[in-house]
């Protein structure tokens, strides 16, 4: 992933919003990482025209206000936010919830590990894919 786009981190959680800050920093992502702690702040982040649309959304689906489920099916109203690539990363297991992420158009599906290892490799497993995948440009 070009370092110079942004990410967008959905995630109320702080131990994991600093679990996912340090294993960015362990793998050497250095992409600036915006940070918003429910739903509801995500879609003002995103329909505020002087932040930069993401490159990517790491999304958590449990969330108070507005849960990461919510978040998508509000986000693919808006024929621009829709075309953000978003992963979901979760404790959640639910096949529900696994079928209702995919029908709202998400682009992965990850539990988060407890253990830190497992958890760095989902991250770098993350970062490598978007690295060499081709997304379209944001402006059309």
Same mark, same amino acid.
């Given at each position: 992933?070009?370092?110079?786009?942004? +990410?967008?981190? /959905? $995630?109320?959680?702080?131990?994991?919003?600093?679990?996912?800050?340090? %294993?960015?920093?362990?793998?050497?992502?250095?992409?600036?990482?915006?940070?918003?702690?429910?739903?509801?702040?995500?879609? #003002?982040?995103?329909?505020? &025209? $002087?932040?930069?649309? &993401?490159?990517? +959304?790491?999304?958590?689906?449990?969330? &108070?206000?507005?849960?990461?489920?919510?978040?998508?099916?509000? +986000?693919?109203?808006?024929?621009?936010?829709?075309?953000?690539? /978003?992963?979901?990363?979760?404790?959640?297991? #639910? #096949?529900?919830?696994?079928?209702?992420?995919?029908?709202?158009?998400? %682009?992965?599906?990850? +539990?988060? &590990?407890?253990?830190?290892?497992?958890?760095?490799?989902?991250?770098?497993?993350?970062?490598?894919?978007?690295?060499?995948? $081709?997304?379209?440009?944001?402006?059309?």
């Amino acid at each position: 992933m070009n370092s110079t786009i942004s +990410i967008l981190l /959905v $995630e109320d959680d702080q131990v994991d919003v600093m679990t996912i800050k340090r %294993a960015f920093s362990d793998i050497h992502i250095t992409n600036p990482v915006n940070v918003c702690e429910n739903g509801v702040k995500a879609l #003002e982040y995103l329909q505020n &025209p $002087e932040n930069e649309i &993401p490159g990517i +959304i790491l999304l958590d689906l449990n969330m &108070p206000k507005m849960n990461g489920i919510e978040f998508l099916q509000e +986000i693919n109203k808006d024929s621009r936010l829709k075309l953000i690539p /978003v992963v979901v990363l979760t404790t959640s297991k #639910e #096949e529900q919830d696994k079928i209702e992420t995919y029908k709202l158009g998400v %682009a992965g599906y990850m +539990i988060k &590990p407890v253990d830190y290892l497992q958890f760095v490799e989902i991250i770098r497993t993350i970062h490598l894919y978007w690295t060499i995948c $081709e997304l379209p440009n944001s402006d059309n």
